[in-house]
């Protein structure tokens, strides 16, 4: 919204009286704290289970299982309450929920306590989420679209803050320290996350806010209303599949690369290449978002999801520590991108509680995703990262159907369908609006 904006409710308000880096930041660190930490310090902590804590590799499978079915359970809250996105309260405790599962893992050598508390755990962090992305989607939808960016590049910095921690506490300490750590830092993220403002309750359109010679919205014609709704379906079924095939891929590679490197590597290598893989996520969904300045959504994330099949073969199919640096560089650039662009284009599409349903299906893959490479580690993890690159190109394919007769000008909401030219130097000013782009 426009600093002139004379309404004093919504987002209005707050985009007069906050700046947009400090909502930025508070998103920044509530995704670095539910993503980057209660997620992703696993995958660091993992080895040290396996030779301190005698975990085994289909064990540790079925732990990272339970999170993901503990992310999906989040997820569909996200779907079918939407009223608790939108709650602070809701927020808060699922931070306090967080920072205590991770303190409690060390506390017990019960594998049905562990597997409880991963499953916990996934379902606040996905809460976290939906309620962060929602948050960014509305309140900065008329910003420019590297803010949200950034933000999302919280949880490239939670997984380099936890994966440093866990690579200096490797040498000095054990898995239950590990565990400890994690749960300190993710208490530490909260406190600025504490504040976010989540996505705001709809409101219906005031009829002083439209022009005088405007119809209600209620006698628009019939293919007006549909213009932003089931005309959108068959792109967003196309963007789901993607997505949720990502979701496979990517969470094999996610929970066992630090593993599958150190079966090759020295230990250091794995844990290095983990915080590696966090300090490329960084700054990478606001790179991605530059390009879209002059590719379209669908492209870019086709190309994203083609380098990350690339990053995800090359300890399997090389080896060594140059292979495994490149990869780390390559995984990270790619995996937060592809998130923020899949969520912007469903957002872009209007397909109703899109964030949610997208989450949704990316939570189902990541509960395949480790169910379908066990298996295959009875011969050590490679054979599972060329399984999770093969997914991914699946999930490419998925993509590059997207970009056949994509709606890249969409009318803007509550307003009629206008046959009119856009004007051409207009760019995309958020993660859910639309834009001008080549393919």
């Given amino acids: 919204m426009t600093a002139a904006a004379p309404r004093p409710h919504a987002t209005g308000s707050w985009s007069v009286r906050h700046s947009p880096w400090t909502h930025v930041a508070q998103a920044a660190a509530a995704l670095g704290a539910g993503m980057g930490v209660g997620r ?16 085994s590799a289909a064990t540790g499978a079925n732990l990272a299982t339970a999170n993901y079915v503990g992310y999906l359970i989040g997820a569909l809250a996200g779907t079918f309450l ?14 306090v929920v967080l920072a205590v599962s991770l303190a409690a893992m060390p506390l017990t050598h019960a594998t049905g306590a562990w597997l409880l508390l991963r499953l916990c755990a996934g379902v606040v962090s996905a809460v976290i989420f939906v309620i962060a992305v929602s948050s960014l989607l509305s309140h900065l939808r008329d910003h420019p679209a590297h803010l949200p960016g950034w933000a ?49 309750a709809p409101a219906s359109v005031p009829a002083t806010s439209r022009p005088a010679t405007s119809r209600p919205v209620t006698s628009r014609p019939a293919a007006e209303r549909r213009a932003s709704g089931p005309r959108t379906h068959r792109w967003f079924t196309a963007l789901f599949a993607s997505y949720t095939l990502e979701g496979v891929g990517y969470i094999i590679a996610g929970t066992f690369l630090v593993a599958a490197i150190e079966q090759s590597s020295p230990g250091w290598i794995g844990g290095g290449a983990w915080v590696l893989v966090g300090l490329a996520a960084i700054p990478s969904s606001a790179l991605w978002a530059g390009l879209g300045r002059r590719w379209s959504r669908p492209s870019l994330l086709l190309a994203a999801l083609g380098v990350q099949a690339v990053g995800i073969a090359l300890p399997a199919l090389i080896g060594g520590v140059a292979a495994a640096l490149i990869s780390a560089v390559l995984f990270g650039a790619t995996f937060i991108g592809v998130s923020t ?29 480790p169910l379908v490479a066990t298996p295959l580690l009875r011969h050590g993890y490679h054979q599972a990262l060329l399984l999770a690159a093969v997914v991914v190109l699946a999930s490419a394919v998925a993509a590059a159907l997207l970009r056949i007769g994509f709606p890249h000008h969409m009318p803007a909401l509550g307003h009629p369908v206008v046959r009119a030219e856009p004007a051409p130097d207009r760019q995309s000013t958020g993660l859910g609006t639309a834009e001008a782009r080549t393919d």
């Fill in 82 to 95: 939407p009223r608790l996105m939108r709650s602070p309260a809701v927020l808060r405790s699922c931070l």
């Fill in 152 to 200: 999302f590049g919280g949880v490239g910095a939670g997984i380099a803050l936890s994966g440093s921690l866990v690579l200096a506490l490797r040498t000095i300490a054990d898995w239950q320290a590990a565990w400890w750590a994690s749960a300190g830092l993710s208490a530490l993220l909260a406190l600025p996350a504490w504040f976010l403002r989540p996505e705001p």
């Fill in 40 to 55: 992703f310090v696993y995958t660091p902590i993992l080895p040290l289970m396996h030779t301190q804590a005698g975990l």
């Fill in 341 to 369: 662009l899949a969520l912007a284009t469903g957002a872009h599409l209007r397909f109703p509680r899109a964030v949610a349903l997208l989450t949704a299906g990316y939570s189902v893959g990541q509960i395949l995703g």
